[in-house]
């Protein structure tokens, strides 16, 4: 407690000598599992960015994802992502990706690895500009149950990671880091919660920029598959 007290007063004493503020970061996710080996996947977003309290950034995405073995599973993504100034749409994107996501574990802990390449197609309705822009993420994320020896209901687990992004062709070519850390919860077979603190760091010609995000989500995990639940797996996307 006293480990956590200290960090959480050092990461204030930091935005404030910053002048920085902290920023939201809003999800719902669902994971339908329709077939031993097939799943699809969705997700809603909000951000406050530069007011906590006013969205001015929104998202929403899904695809189809595959079993390929029990710790190894592509996906094939799409969305739509709309950024807004003044209250009026700066920004809008449409993004398809592929990933590949490959996870291990040692005792309790879960490592996963994900790798995505994602092309997008820009338009900023104000200016009538067009741009695209292809991009390359990896995140080692690490989950680990606190009171049981795997997520089930009622586990309260702790989760962290660690995600790059590289884009071309646009400088420079490393753009972003994002470190994440926070608990979550899953409360029954169906739903999940999780929150934590989240920090962006941005990487621009013009200059770097920190942004600080308080993370909440809920998640929905629905298996229509006659697989047993003993057995049965819980989907953390964690913040994307």
């Known amino acids: 407690m006293k480990l956590i007290l200290s960090l959480s007063l050092l990461l204030s004493l930091s935005i404030y000598k910053a002048q920085e503020h902290i920023s939201s970061f809003n999800a719902l996710t669902i994971t339908y599992k329709f077939h031993p080996k097939f799943f699809l996947y969705a997700e809603g977003q909000s951000r406050g960015i530069e007011e906590y309290t006013y969205p001015d950034y929104y998202e929403i995405k899904g695809g189809l994802g595959y079993n390929l073995t029990k710790n190894h599973k592509p996906f094939v993504g799409l969305g739509r992502y709309a950024t807004y100034k003044d209250h009026a749409i700066n920004k809008e994107e449409f993004r398809v990706w592929l990933q590949d996501v490959i996870d291990f574990k040692q005792g309790r802990v879960k490592f996963e690895n994900r790798f995505?390449?994602?092309?997008?197609?820009?338009?900023?309705?104000?200016?009538?500009?067009?741009?695209?822009?292809?991009?390359?993420?990896?995140?080692?994320?690490?989950?680990?149950?606190?009171?049981?020896?795997?997520?089930?209901?009622?586990?309260?687990?702790?989760?962290?990671?660690?995600?790059?992004?590289?884009?071309t062709p646009i400088k420079p070519a490393f753009a972003r880091n994002r470190v994440y850390g926070g608990f979550g919860y899953q409360i029954d077979e169906n739903f999940g919660v999780l929150g934590g603190y989240l920090w962006q760091r941005e990487f621009e010609a013009k200059g770097n920029k920190n942004v600080h995000f308080v993370y909440l989500a809920l998640n929905i995990n629905i298996d229509d598959t006659d697989n047993d639940h003993k057995n049965k797996t819980y989907h953390f996307p964690g913040a994307d």
């Open 116 to 167: 995505r390449i994602e092309k997008s197609w820009f338009y900023e309705p104000q200016t009538e500009k067009n741009s695209e822009r292809m991009r390359y993420r990896y995140r080692l994320n690490v989950s680990v149950p606190l009171n049981a020896k795997k997520i089930a209901p009622g586990t309260v687990f702790a989760n962290v990671y660690d995600e790059v992004f590289v884009v």
